[in-house]
């Protein structure tokens, strides 16, 4: 969970000037990151305060703007923070693949378990579409184009169908990933069926969908 | 458009008792709802309000609480009433189908043109998951086992593999359509791209993944 931090993305996640510059700091805000998660996770934009988040994280309210400036700020950066820890725990599950099929299997596993253990990831992304908007379009925007880059990167090594487009790998990289957001949501979030099984269900449509 | 309305809707789209039993009353009902996807739709639903919606409508605020007993009543009657709307514009697109496939490239081409003539459903839905969590829920459900039929009675037709159980077909409905909500959102609610090209290329997922 600390990844994201440690490979500098503290950047964009203390607000503009206000990166930590210890690891004490950086432990800090993974403290605040956490708490406003779970307070924004639970109540919700509206009715979430920064004063619940400091006493949740076990801070002084002086250190909560030692990072951000706003409650606005450290939502956002609540968002960029969860889209890294997806990330970080999906990259990993991918290592080892027998092939690029085998590996977007794993991928989607490995999120069904993530979305399982924190079901507040959803609630937390998707009020972003109404209350940081930008943070909202750029998470699903980065995730399509690094799923689009391992679709090409196959495409490229003759794993896929040759005849598929950059464009139209644009296109199945955005359906791919709405396919495993809903069955996410559906079968982690909802239920809590084997991850396992709903990934190799769903790879069906990849599986064949792509083939050469 | 007044459809779901004569079909019936009308139960569950006034409050309560407050079904409208003529066909004017059905016309005022259908102006309203009109009105509160303006309305919701540009503001949200926090900022909206029921004076706001009457005056869009051209109605009295007395004949509002003739249909609705609340702002969140109206919301909920507006999610499943668009709900309905997608299904009225989805399912005669599907007639003449040459089969299952192109049956639902059709209707993926529907949804996405309803989506590019009505970005604001979009956000009205996404909206219900905090709202209305129940009709946000409610939509999606319905949705899926609509497809999950579709995929199940092809199958019994044996035009897709018949190897599929229903729950295998449930998932695959999910990951259908997820794939189609996010490629409506970022190719016709964000972008304006060709529906008839975007629906070819993700088809492909389910020509060749259900394929026999």
Redesign the interface.
């Known amino acids: 969970m600390g990844q994201s931090v440690r490979n500098g993305a503290q950047v964009s996640a203390a607000s503009d000037g206000k990166a930590p510059r210890t690891a004490r700091g950086e432990r800090t805000l993974r403290k605040i990151l956490d708490a406003a998660r779970g307070e924004f996770g639970e109540r919700?934009f509206?009715d979430s305060s920064i004063v619940a988040i400091t006493q949740r994280a076990g801070v002084a309210l002086g250190t909560f703007y030692t990072y951000f400036d706003s409650k606005e700020a450290v939502f956002r950066a609540l968002v960029q923070d969860m889209s890294s820890q997806v990330r970080d725990r999906v990259a990993p599950a991918m290592e080892g693949a027998t092939g690029f099929f085998d590996g977007e299997r794993r991928a989607l596993a490995a999120f069904l378990r993530f979305a399982r253990e924190h079901r507040d990831v959803y609630?937390i992304i998707?009020?972003a579409?109404?209350v940081e908007h930008a943070a909202y379009?750029e998470h699903?925007e980065t995730t399509?184009i690094r799923i689009a880059a391992r679709f090409a990167a196959a495409r490229d090594k003759g794993e896929i169908a040759a005849d598929l487009s950059d464009e139209?790998l644009e296109?199945?990289a955005?359906?791919?990933?709405?396919?495993?957001?809903?069955?996410g949501?559906?079968?982690s979030v909802?239920a809590s069926t084997d991850p396992d099984h709903?990934a190799e269900?769903?790879n069906?449509?990849?599986?064949?969908?792509?083939?050469r």
């Open positions: 919700g509206a609630r998707d009020e579409e109404f379009r699903y399509a139209d296109i199945l955005w359906a791919d990933m709405g396919a495993n957001v809903f069955v949501l559906r079968f909802w709903v269900v769903t069906r449509l990849l599986t064949k969908g792509l083939a």
